[in-house]
């Protein structure tokens, strides 16, 4: 824990039976199954949910189409309750670009788990504010607005619960007249779900050393802008997948078309951060896709509502680390449970928080606490995500070793394998080797990228797009995007690497800049972070440590 200042006011507490951070779908999940079976058992069971985002649901973002196996096994009458699941898939579509042409590749020689027939298009968003208003209903504590931003750990060392970040906490560290101590939140199992990348996540991952044996985590970072568009250009059910163009085959990465709702276009990119040229922008690549003649028509006469981007988690079953640790677990994207050829996860996000519940419930019934919960690992490592993980675990290091074209035709035959004899395929498991951080080449070896110049109609700037995802931040706070070097910008990235966080930071937070007497600066506009956490993950250095700012902060975004 936090020392407190004598002067300061002592932090409050407050105890439960489960302590969850994060209201994603993993989250949610094990808050409503747990309280399911203590109304089943007739037991009282207190259980809490933490949301750093200003409401439920403010800071998801995904594609999204989902397979709803995993909400058919929570609430089995999800239809009747009205849960806004609606658009069925209808049309599947695959295509190849080229730099001004396209290749559509036959449904019959994808893999059957490739197949979108009964799945739907959604805004995940509105859905985990569904399942936020469920858990509710069943008496979960939600708390939206409140960062978890330490863990507490008991004289033993095992995990005792979260403590919330301080409000009202000046640029110079020091409170100001509105601060707020934090809370402790103390719970006899803490469950992590925090998503891709999560802050106390990672901190959990090292200090209980749980990526010990497994491959390095792989990661994309996926961009997406929401379209209302003409209802000519409207094909509801439409699922369009292209990959190629304008990546080169040694940069993978793909892009997407998802039709859904009312005259509603979500469109997407995503691009491996295994990349390799520091001169290249996902942001600028995403705006480039979008001007492609197989796609640019589809927004003709349309209008942009909303944009976001977030780090996806891609090196799936042999990255998994160990998911429990004393006195808790890591659910879902957190621990990275992403069917990347399926670009879905929140299917497999649910059993997560399913099987943590369970599990969990177990433990409470047998007085335990604070200690593994090991039928949550076995049932992850052995059941339903098993079985989606496991067949798809050689796609990705067969893109990034082969390429796009080759990587994706060795990875379908690879596929096709394991569909036809489960559980086994051709009986490897290929491996990751290189962390995402240590694979761009110096600048002096690479080739720079001039990308055209936005229009304002189809294509826009960083900063236009920020105002699209309604982010804020209390701009009289600690900067959350530590460095553990300061230098390190200037005298090392910038003449090895040309400062790569000016490209790959999807927000403009990173600038090189010139003082008066023209030496060059680094300056982080943290008030523009969008919260994907691709510079903690990307830097080449690993010297940018993104940590939660004050609850509330961030992205707001609606429809996504």
């Not at 004393?326 to 992403?338: K, N, Q, T």
């Not at 498991?429 to 055209?452: G, V």
């Not at 999807?506 to 969008?530: H, L, M, S, T």
Request: glycine share 12%; hydrophobic share 35%.
């Amino acid at each position: 824990m936090s020392e407190q200042s004598s002067e300061q006011p002592a932090r409050e507490g407050m105890d439960f039976d489960v302590v969850i951070v994060g209201a994603g779908p993993a989250g949610l999940s094990a808050a409503i199954r747990l309280k399911q079976l203590a109304d089943k058992a007739d037991q009282e069971l207190s259980v809490v949910v933490l949301e750093k985002g200003s409401e439920v649901g403010a800071h998801i973002l995904s594609g999204a189409v989902i397979d709803p196996v995993g909400l058919n096994k929570l609430i089995p009458d999800w239809k009747e309750k009205g849960a806004p699941v609606t658009t069925e898939v209808t049309r599947d579509k695959f295509l190849y670009l080229g730099k001004s042409g396209d290749l559509t590749l036959p449904n019959f020689t994808m893999p059957p788990l490739m197949n979108n027939h009964g799945n739907y298009i959604v805004s995940l968003g509105a859905l985990c504010q569904w399942l936020g208003e469920q858990a509710m209903e069943l008496g979960v504590e939600v708390y939206p607005g409140f960062a978890a931003s330490e863990i507490l750990f008991n004289d033993d060392g095992s995990v005792a619960g979260v403590a919330t970040g301080d409000m009202g906490i000046g640029r110079d560290g020091k409170p100001k007249d509105s601060y707020t101590p934090g809370m402790e939140l103390r719970g006899k199992y803490t469950l992590f779900s925090e998503g891709v990348r999560g802050s106390l996540s990672k901190e959990l991952i090292a200090k209980f050393k749980l990526d010990h044996g497994c491959e390095p985590q792989k990661y994309g970072i996926g961009l997406k802008e929401l379209w209302e568009v003409k209802p000519e250009h409207h094909q509801p059910g439409l699922v369009q997948h292209s990959f190629g163009w304008p990546l080169n085959n040694s940069t993978g990465g793909g892009s997407f078309l998802y039709h859904f709702d009312k005259n509603l276009v979500a469109v997407g990119f995503v691009l491996h951060l295994n990349y390799s040229n520091p001169y290249l922008s996902p942001y600028d690549e995403f705006q480039r896709f979008k001007t492609h003649p197989s796609i640019r028509d589809v927004f003709d006469g349309g209008k942009r509502i909303s944009y976001g981007a977030r780090a996806i988690s891609e090196g799936g079953w042999q990255s998994l680390p160990k998911l429990t640790f004393p006195g808790g677990a890591l659910l879902g994207c957190a621990a990275g449970m992403v069917n990347v050829p399926r670009i879905k996860g929140s299917h497999n996000a649910m059993f997560s928080g399913i099987a943590a519940a369970e599990a969990t419930f177990a433990a409470l019934g047998a007085g335990r606490s604070g200690d593994e919960l090991i039928d949550y690992e076995t049932e992850v490592r052995e059941g339903d995500i098993a079985a989606d993980l496991r067949p798809v675990r050689n796609a990705k290091p067969l893109w990034s070793k082969f390429g796009t074209l080759a990587g994706i035709m060795l990875g379908g035959i690879d596929m096709w394998a394991n569909t036809i004899i489960p559980k086994i395929g051709f009986g490897f498991t290929l491996k990751h080797k290189k962390a995402d951080f240590t694979t761009l080449k110096l600048a002096k070896a690479s080739k720079k990228i001039d990308y055209p110049k936005p229009d304002g109609v189809l294509t826009f700037d960083k900063l236009t797009s920020v105002s699209f995802s309604a982010t804020n931040h209390e701009e009289d706070q600690p900067v959350h995007l530590t460095l553990s070097d300061p230098n390190i910008p200037v005298f090392d990235n910038l003449p090895k690497y040309a400062e790569p966080a000016q490209r790959y930071c999807p927000a403009g937070v990173y600038e090189i800049v010139e003082d008066d007497k023209g030496n060059p600066r680094f300056q982080i506009n943290a008030q523009n972070c969008v919260h994907c956490k691709t510079c903690d993950i990307k830097d080449p250095a690993q010297n940018i440590t993104w940590v939660c700012p004050e609850g509330g902060g961030g992205p707001n975004y609606s429809g996504m």
